[in-house]
């Protein structure tokens, strides 16, 4: 079955800092991975989405990488502003289920 | 701009009361997902339709059931609220019946007294 990890569950850091976001999943075999962010008490945006084949996404300040083989994904946020703090869950879409299973996020805080 | 609306931002049900979460998008989609979040558990998936009048059961089903008589709306029934559906429920929507690339609503937190 696969589990989708995300750490740490809270990140804090001073605005203009570079960061980067973990996940981690147990079953390699999947067909791609999603970064979401989510604002306190709303849905989700999609941010990026890499396939299976490709190592990495960018979206502005913001970079995606996958290791399929270790089972893991990172969110690089360059240059952190306020505006960054958000829940960030990463997604995978795996194998038998075909269905997107979510990490429990990590609540980022950006200090001004 | 893609919307997909909820019916209710904050509801609150007593127990045993019958419950009906509507989710609405103007996107077009044929699939649709029900999700409850709750603190340390995530994202777990209720129920899917991947076309009107059809659904699948997600990773918790039980207490749940849904309906998708248009393609724009998807609702979510609890036949029963009980306090453990206390959670906050989120509708999404997508092209793509693996749903990647997911739009997601604003989400109904619904406390069961």
């Known amino acids: 079955k696969q589990e989708v990890t995300q750490i740490p569950a809270a990140l804090s850091v001073p605005e203009g800092e570079n960061l980067v976001l973990n996940c981690s999943f147990t079953?390699?075999?999947?067909?791609?991975l999603q970064w979401f962010r989510q604002d306190p008490g709303k849905g989700l945006t999609s941010l990026l989405l890499i396939q299976s084949s490709q190592r990495e996404q960018t979206s502005g300040r913001l970079n995606a990488s996958l290791d399929k083989s270790s089972g893991r994904s990172t969110l690089y946020i360059a240059a952190s502003q306020p505006g960054d703090s958000a829940t960030y869950l990463c997604a995978v879409r795996g194998g038998a289920t075909n269905k997107l299973i979510f990490g429990t996020g990590t609540l980022l805080a950006v200090q001004p | 701009d893609v919307k997909v609306t909820q019916s209710s931002r904050y509801l609150v049900k007593r127990t045993g009361e019958k419950v009906f979460l509507e989710c609405v998008q103007d996107?077009?989609?044929?699939?649709m997902f029900w999700y409850r979040q709750d603190p340390g558990l995530g994202l777990r998936l209720i129920y899917f339709?991947?076309?009107?009048?059809?659904?699948e059961k997600g990773d918790i089903p039980e207490g749940y059931s849904v309906s998708r008589e248009k393609k724009e709306r998807f609702s979510l029934i609890l036949e029963s609220a009980s306090t453990n559906q206390t959670s906050m429920y989120l509708c999404?929507?997508?092209?793509?019946?693996?749903?990647?690339?997911?739009?997601f609503g604003p989400g109904t937190r619904l406390t069961v007294l």
């Open positions: 996107m077009d989609h044929e699939n």
């Open positions: 339709s991947y076309d009107v009048k059809m659904k």
């Open positions: 999404a929507s997508s092209l793509f019946p693996s749903g990647s690339w997911q739009f």
């Open positions: 079953d390699s075999a999947i067909y791609n």
